[in-house]
């Protein structure tokens, strides 16, 4: 999302909002004010906080945009007419020293929750829940000092924790850590602690570092190759050759090695045992 923010920064910074298309019934979530009152105004910057993107304009309202799971980012350049397919959300268009160009953005599948908000100054919507992003001291001294009981897995995840980490990164950050899916904060001495915030800060200067030397357009945020072990069961674990394991945790599938992270233990998956007993 990081890399993203940048890249439309650098592709929309100083080009006006000339005016916007709604494509789909869902996505804008604010009645007032209007996307009509950024129009005609200048874009200052587009920034990233926790997983959503922030348009700021001069002297306007913020566009404030969220792509969920499945929402991508096209950037056209010239605009074009067309409905966006079928998850076309909206379409902004946007008139800058380079010519006329558009944003549009849409969504693949059906589930319909990439969302997007017009805020006046002073209102923060959604980023109001959000917690410090992880490379902020706040997150530092929740790692380092923390009693949160809850798995580690669990509180990298969310958002009112800690700003922008999905599970992708939350499984690499574990495994880089070398600390069980299962383990809490407050189980952690002192070597753990530091070896977490380490990892999740590397997992995602490496994860940034990747996007950005991305060739490409806008439109797939989501890296299929991009984790080290976030999706790949089964196969060897980058450090060891283990091969790699999954549980199922909370609806989520959490990627792990047995031998770098839970002392060659298997983890019971507790929605299976469940179904089986
Ligand atoms: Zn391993």
């Known amino acids: 999302m990081q890399a ?14 000339t005016g916007w298309q709604p494509l789909g019934f869902a996505g804008l ?33 913020r566009l404030v945009v969220h792509l969920s799971q499945a929402g991508r ?23 800058g020293p380079d010519g006329e160009s558009a944003v549009l ?6 589930e319909r929750k990439a969302a997007w908000w017009v805020l006046a100054d002073g209102d923060e919507g ?12 706040a997150f530092a001294q929740l790692v380092l000092t923390g009693t949160d009981r809850r798995r580690i897995h669990t509180l990298l995840r969310d958002q ?33 602690r530091h070896r977490l915030l380490d990892a999740v800060r590397a997992v995602l200067a490496d994860g940034l570092a990747k996007e950005r030397t991305r060739a490409g357009g806008l439109s797939e945020p989501k890296l299929g190759g991009h984790f080290e072990v976030h999706g ?25 090695c047995p031998h770098c992270q839970t002392d060659d233990k298997v983890l019971a998956d507790r929605r299976l045992s469940r179904l089986v007993k």
């Open 4 to 17: 993203l923010a940048e890249r439309l920064d650098a592709a929309l910074r100083g080009h006006v909002l």
């Open 232 to 256: 790949r069961p089964g196969q060897p674990c980058p450090t060891c050759g283990t091969p790699m394991r999954r549980v199922s945790y909370e609806a989520y599938e959490v990627t792990y």
């Open 105 to 110: 953005l849409r969504e693949h599948g059906t």
């Open 160 to 192: 009112a924790t800690v700003a922008g980490i999905g599970r992708g990164y939350a499984d690499d950050a574990l495994w880089r850590a070398r600390l069980s899916p299962y383990a809490t904060l407050a189980s952690l001495d002192d070597d753990e």
């Open 73 to 95: 980012v096209d950037l056209e350049a010239p605009p074009k007419t067309t409905r966006g397919g079928k998850g076309g959300v909206v379409r902004l268009r946007f008139d």
């Open 29 to 61: 979530k604010t009645v007032v004010p209007s996307p009509d009152d950024a129009v005609g105004h200048t874009v200052t910057g587009v920034g990233r906080r926790g997983k959503y993107l922030v348009i700021g304009f001069d002297d306007g309202p």
């Open 126 to 137: 959604p980023l109001a829940r959000l917690g410090p992003e992880s490379d902020s001291d």
